[in-house]
């Protein structure tokens, strides 16, 4: 089973910044099959980033991801108070079951 | 528009049976390539995959899980019911329903989710 490693665990920064969240795994994911989610409280998990770096519907060109191997990262440029969350990185390449990470707290200042 | 919805009992005993509900929209699960599935996760504690079931009724489980739980669908109600026996306390937790990306037969990522719906499990 893939083990996934967020860093940090919490990250607090202003409004207009620009956040870099890390997701590394054990082994290589293949195909580049990681994921990012956005958990928000009292709403509907959603789905950022899919295949590493594509964005899902909907969600602005501020959110992007990179990497590739055991490295990925989630970026947000422009920080605003609504992405106040816990972003979730989860890997695919190697399921059922898919795992995920434990997580990484943004909040701003 | 994609919707999912959780509903269920808020509060189980010790071992007792929890069944929850997931009322979908915008889509079919009698439709080819379509997948649903459930997530948790306990207080504190990280996301945790529980079980599938696609379009033909194949099912998939968490191998933690797979001697306690039974994934079913009502594609006529646009449903998919997770039961799960012998509660614990440590399945307190908040249950996600969730549209599932597939390729071929492998499940990939969640696509749509719902708001979940929290279960805590004490005497």
């Known amino acids: 089973e893939i083990v996934l490693t967020q860093s940090p665990g919490t990250l607090s920064l202003f409004p207009g910044e620009r956040a870099t969240l890390s997701c590394r795994a054990s082994q290589n994911i293949p195909s580049n099959y990681l994921a990012w989610y956005q958990l928000r409280p009292g709403q509907a998990p959603r789905l950022l980033i899919h295949g590493a770096s594509s964005r899902a519907a909907d969600i602005p060109d501020r959110f992007s991801g990179s990497g590739s191997g055991r490295d990925f990262s989630l970026t947000i440029s422009r920080l605003e108070p609504e992405d106040v969350a816990v972003y979730y990185c989860q890997q695919y390449g190697r399921s059922p079951p898919n795992t995920f990470g434990q997580g990484t707290k943004l909040e701003i200042k | 528009h994609i919707t999912l919805k959780e509903s269920g009992p808020t509060l189980v005993k010790p071992t007792q049976t929890l069944t929850l509900t997931c009322t979908f929209s915008?889509?079919?699960?009698?439709?080819?390539?379509?997948?649903v599935g459930w997530i948790r996760q306990p207080p504190g504690k990280d996301l945790e995959w529980l079980a599938l079931?696609?379009?033909?009724?194949?099912?998939r489980y968490s191998p933690s899980l797979k001697t306690r739980s039974t994934i079913t669908k009502d594609t006529s109600k646009n449903q998919v019911v997770l039961t799960l026996t012998n509660m614990d306390p440590l399945d307190t937790a908040t249950y996600y329903c969730?549209?599932?990306?597939?390729?071929?037969?492998?499940?990939?990522?969640?696509?749509?989710w719902g708001q979940g719906t929290p279960v805590t499990v004490s005497s």
């Open positions: 079931i696609y379009w033909d009724d194949d099912k």
């Open positions: 969730t549209k599932i990306v597939v390729r071929g037969v492998i499940p990939h990522y969640f696509e749509y």
């Open positions: 915008g889509f079919s699960l009698s439709t080819s390539g379509e997948a």
